[in-house]
């Protein structure tokens, strides 16, 4: 009678962005997200607290650990 609604991966454009961790050197805050190569905008998608947060960054989006950039 129930049915569960199956979970949707968020995607994004392979061939136009690249997956993207920026730390801030004051703070170390990190902020994982997508940048646009082309005219350099930065899309935040979430929060880096720990390394749970990355390995759930990294599932979310199939994004493989040796094609994160790091930006500071």
């Known amino acids: 009678m129930f049915w569960r609604k199956k979970e949707k991966k968020p995607v994004y454009d392979k061939t136009g962005k690249i997956p993207v961790i920026r730390s801030s050197i004051c703070t170390g805050e990190?902020?994982?997200?997508f940048k646009d190569p082309a005219d350099g905008r930065f899309?935040?998608?979430m929060l880096i607290r720990n390394g749970g947060d990355l390995e759930e960054f990294l599932r979310l989006y199939d994004v493989e650990e040796s094609e994160v950039r790091r930006e500071w």
Do not use: I, S, W
């Not at 990190?30 to 997200?33: D, R």
């Open 30 to 33: 990190q902020v994982a997200g």
């Open 43 to 45: 899309q935040e998608v």
